[in-house]
């Protein structure tokens, strides 16, 4: 898939959830129609972007360049073994430290409880050159696009979308304001 990228030991993160260059390729590299059996298991990987809000980093950077960034940080400040990075930052549900990037960009690490991937990153809240939707708009968003891609959404078409990933219809387009959004953000380039 093409959400199996080379993150380096000890970062955990989701590109598909948190990366618009990769989301936007994915979108166009997975174009298939509604009815292909392979969006069955392309289902399945969207479905790890989860339930609830995130941000999406749209800067100039580069995968190689933020996974660089932060793994510099964590070297330069003693903080890449797992103990100490735990000692860092807390391991409680909202433990957490921010640090800035080259491009003034803020990205969130918190500790996940794993051996070898217990760095996990993410666009922080209200960063520059990043910004915050909902999961299901964002899943809703990659569906209609791998699968519909017409330049003109209807209802019956976003529905269609949503469907695959088991949400409910949204009654009319109007009422769909953040999705179509989202598509409009996907398409440009």
Same mark, same amino acid.
């Given at each position: 898939?093409?959400? #199996? ?21 994915? @979108? ?35 995968? !190689? ?21 735990? =000692?860092?930052?807390? @391991? ?10 080259? #491009? ?30 909902? =999961? ?10 791998? !699968? ?9 078409? %976003?529905? =269609? !979308? ?12 109007? #009422? ?9 953000? %996907?398409?440009?380039?």
């Amino acid at each position: 898939m093409e959400t #199996d990228i080379l993150i380096p030991r000890p970062l955990l993160f989701n590109p598909l959830k948190h990366y618009l260059p990769l989301i936007r390729n994915f @979108t166009v590299s997975n174009a298939m129609p509604i009815n292909d059996p392979r969006l069955k298991e392309l289902t399945r990987e969207i479905k790890h972007i989860g339930t609830c809000v995130m941000d999406i980093y749209r800067g100039n950077l580069s995968l !190689a360049d933020i996974f660089s960034e932060v793994t510099g940080f964590l070297d330069t400040n003693r903080r890449v073994s797992r103990n100490d990075f735990m =000692a860092w930052t807390g @391991t409680g549900f909202n433990d957490f430290r921010i640090i800035i990037l080259s #491009d003034t960009s803020r990205w969130t690490l918190k500790y996940y409880n794993s051996e070898t991937r217990y760095v996990h990153i993410f666009p922080a809240r209200s960063s520059p050159h990043s910004f915050r939707t909902k =999961a299901n708009t964002l899943k809703s968003a990659i569906l209609y696009l791998i !699968a519909i891609g017409k330049d003109y959404v209807t209802d019956d078409d %976003l529905n =269609a !979308a949503r469907a695959l990933a088991g949400l409910s219809p949204i009654g009319e387009v109007a #009422d769909a304001e953040a999705v179509t959004e989202m598509i409009g953000i %996907l398409r440009d380039s």
